[in-house]
């Protein structure tokens, strides 16, 4: 008799390789599952591809393919209270043909075994960078959670925009503009409204 638990991952990883893995390095967001060793296991890096354009010159060398760069960093119980979140978020993204990827397969609600990259589109990849940067300095994990949920009903242009606000406006401004934002998405500490619309945004 057949082990379903062994078929199914088997068809996980040849899915992997054979259909998911090659849009990795021409998705425009990728979130990378791996792990760091002064942080809980594992790490969500989601990282943004920038053009050859954007690619800073290197003195007598050519431009090169494109170059993914770090946009967000998540992990621990911040990554624990995010994850339905983000299984959401990344069952949206598709191939180019419409076909949805069913990316969440990867990050299961239990232990995640999986380590490698995986391709975002615009929309997944703009909502991951705005949540794992508005987490950051929050302590209040109620608050982390309904942060995270109120980005994932964001549109793309919205999600983008305010990645934009928060991050491309200097340091002093992107900083302000994360503050506000973790205000206006999060509540205050303390506040018990936080777990009324948690439990709404869940549903």
Known sequence: MTNNKSTTG?????????RIQPLVEHAPWVLRITEHKDKPVPVFVVKERF???????????????????????????????????????IGGVC??????LDLQRFIKNGRITFRGNLPLDEEAGAKLSLIF????RVKDMDRVELIAWRVQRFSREEAAYWLT??????????????????????????????????????R
């Open 95 to 100: 191939d180019d043909a419409g076909i949805p």
């Open 10 to 18: 088997w068809e996980l990883q040849r899915d992997f390789k054979h």
């Open 133 to 136: 940067k508005l987490q950051e």
């Open 165 to 202: 606000r928060a991050t491309q406006y200097g340091e002093a401004a992107s900083r302000w503009a994360r503050s506000g934002m973790r205000i206006m998405l999060g509540g205050q500490p303390g506040d018990k409204a936080v777990l009324d619309m948690i439990e709404k945004l869940r």
């Open 51 to 89: 053009s050859p354009e954007e690619e800073p010159q290197k003195k007598g060398k050519a431009r090169g393919k494109g170059v993914l760069r770090d946009r967000g960093l998540l992990y621990g119980q911040s990554l624990r209270r995010c994850l339905p979140v983000i299984r959401t978020i």
